[in-house]
């Protein structure tokens, strides 16, 4: 399966009875799949099966969806004069003229008075409706399917970005794992180093104490188990990536994993070289993690 990003953007437009349909959508990153809707008056009727069109295809990702929507000419309402009611106002106001010398009526002040001009609402049935409905929902799987090969055109962008941090992480811990500093005899000569500072008369340790400690410092010089799961780490991200599909948490809960690993190897390590390695290695899963982000 394809991975996807979470960001992208989309548009497509269709034509119905001369109404012309609009969608836009745009993604950026989310916890889970939330939608803002913009919509003309009247739409709310299609708010929730939008959403669901939405959710079905993606599981995360903040999502904005605008609708637009221009009515043809025809639908807009033409007025409509009543002449008989026209014709009677008319001529009462030239009697009026006539009798009292009162100034006549303009053509506008007539069509003013209620009664003379109606403005009738268009009516929609729901034949009419369910039609419109039906294009518009059509469009927005098309403009739905765009972002979703926009999202995974990215996706696959930030596998290769992913899949590179890996090997990096990789190569970072068998480096780790063949410094000369990890040798038993390196190891041997730094613990003998210490213990002798153990043994200054000054220390006043007994012997079982010497022990526990030696056998400390030899436990916190093994970095064996961090590297080991560093590997196995490094094998399941790429398994993830191969698999595809909404693996965004997965890698995000392993990035975590990569970061307490190479957190234990730096305090564990008493060598600089290897110190200078885990370091490095935190700078590249900062890198894993940052990427991760942005993946559903």
Same mark, same amino acid.
């Given at each position: 399966?394809n991975?996807? #990003?979470?960001?992208?953007?989309?548009?497509?437009?269709?034509?119905?009875? =001369?109404?012309?349909?609009a969608?836009e959508?745009k /993604?950026?990153?989310g916890?889970?799949a939330?939608?803002r809707? &913009?919509?003309?008056? =009247?739409?709310?009727?299609i708010e929730?099966s939008? &959403?669901?069109a939405?959710? &079905?295809?993606?599981?995360?990702?903040s999502?904005?969806?605008t609708?637009?929507?221009? !009515?043809?000419?025809?639908m807009?309402s033409q007025p409509?004069?009543?002449?008989?009611?026209?014709?009677d106002?008319a001529?009462?106001?030239?009697?009026l003229?006539?009798?009292?010398g009162?100034?006549?009526?303009s053509a506008?002040?007539l069509?003013?008075l209620r =009664?003379?001009l109606?403005?009738?609402?268009?009516?929609?049935?729901?034949?009419?409706?369910?039609a419109l409905?039906?294009?518009?929902h059509?469009t927005l799987?098309v403009? @739905?399917v765009?972002?979703?090969?926009?999202?995974q055109?990215?996706?696959?962008?930030l !596998?290769?970005?992913?899949?590179g941090h @890996? /090997?990096?992480i990789?190569a970072l811990?068998l480096?780790?794992?063949?410094?000369p #500093?990890?040798?038993?005899?390196?190891? &041997?000569?730094?613990?003998t180093?210490?213990?002798?500072?153990?043994?200054?008369?000054g220390a006043?340790?007994d012997?079982?104490r010497?022990?526990?400690e030696?056998a400390?410092?030899?436990?916190k010089a093994d970095i064996r188990?961090e590297?080991?799961?560093?590997?196995t780490?490094?094998v399941s991200?790429?398994?993830?990536?191969?698999?595809g599909?909404a693996?965004g !948490?997965?890698?995000?809960?392993?990035?975590?994993?990569?970061?307490?690993?190479?957190?234990?190897?730096?305090?564990?390590?008493?060598a600089a070289a290897v110190?200078?390695? =885990?370091?490095?290695?935190?700078?590249v899963?900062?890198?894993? !993690?940052?990427?991760?982000?942005?993946?559903?």
């Amino acid at each position: 399966m394809n991975l996807q #990003s979470m960001t992208g953007f989309s548009r497509a437009i269709a034509e119905h009875d =001369g109404n012309a349909v609009a969608w836009e959508v745009k /993604s950026v990153n989310g916890k889970s799949a939330e939608v803002r809707l &913009r919509m003309p008056p =009247g739409f709310e009727r299609i708010e929730v099966s939008v &959403r669901q069109a939405v959710q &079905r295809r993606f599981a995360r990702g903040s999502f904005q969806a605008t609708l637009t929507l221009t !009515r043809p000419s025809g639908m807009q309402s033409q007025p409509v004069v009543n002449e008989a009611f026209l014709k009677d106002v008319a001529g009462l106001a030239k009697r009026l003229q006539e009798q009292f010398g009162i100034a006549p009526a303009s053509a506008d002040g007539l069509l003013s008075l209620r =009664g003379v001009l109606d403005v009738p609402e268009v009516t929609e049935t729901e034949d009419m409706r369910a039609a419109l409905d039906a294009v518009i929902h059509a469009t927005l799987d098309v403009a @739905l399917v765009n972002l979703q090969q926009a999202r995974q055109a990215e996706g696959e962008a930030l !596998r290769s970005l992913l899949a590179g941090h @890996l /090997s990096s992480i990789e190569a970072l811990t068998l480096r780790a794992e063949a410094d000369p #500093s990890r040798e038993p005899a390196a190891i &041997r000569s730094r613990i003998t180093e210490q213990v002798k500072l153990l043994l200054d008369p000054g220390a006043n340790l007994d012997e079982a104490r010497l022990y526990q400690e030696a056998a400390f410092l030899a436990t916190k010089a093994d970095i064996r188990e961090e590297i080991d799961r560093l590997k196995t780490h490094v094998v399941s991200g790429r398994s993830l990536l191969d698999a595809g599909g909404a693996v965004g !948490r997965k890698l995000d809960f392993l990035a975590q994993e990569f970061n307490r690993e190479s957190n234990t190897l730096c305090s564990k390590s008493n060598a600089a070289a290897v110190t200078a390695i =885990g370091l490095e290695l935190k700078a590249v899963v900062d890198q894993f !993690r940052e990427q991760v982000q942005n993946l559903e």
